[in-house]
């Protein structure tokens, strides 16, 4: 965007940061390859090059789908699993 004549670039996710995999369907890389699981926002606002990096907070992405009782999986943004497969499924992936 800088070599297109951009002055400053200020990135905004629509969601929060994605800390771990998904086991539930949505083919996201493994844990170690997910940058927000070892980097905070500013590190990777400077891995970006942006002049500015903002996400979605947990509340307000529960708050845009209406999840006011805490029940939808929010797994990949919390490493809360909400079932006992994902630890097999971790295991199996960490042999990869
Ligand atoms: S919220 Fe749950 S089901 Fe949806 S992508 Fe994240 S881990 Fe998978």
């Known amino acids: ?3 297109g004549g951009a002055r400053e670039v200020h990135l905004r996710i629509t969601c929060p940061p994605i800390v771990s995999p998904c086991f539930y369907g949505v083919d996201t890389p493994t ?3 997910l940058i927000a699981s070892t980097h905070r926002v500013e590190e ?3 891995f ?3 002049d500015s990096l903002g996400y979605l ?3 307000n992405l529960r708050q845009a789908v209406g999840d006011t009782q805490g029940r939808y999986c929010l797994a990949c943004y919390t490493s809360n699993y909400p ?3 994902q630890e097999r499924l971790i295991a199996l992936r960490n042999r990869e």
């Open 31 to 33: 844990k170690q390859e």
């Open 1 to 3: 965007m800088r070599e």
């Open 83 to 85: 079932t006992v497969v």
């Open 57 to 59: 907070s947990l509340d």
């Open 48 to 50: 970006l090059g942006a």
């Open 44 to 46: 990777i606002r400077q």
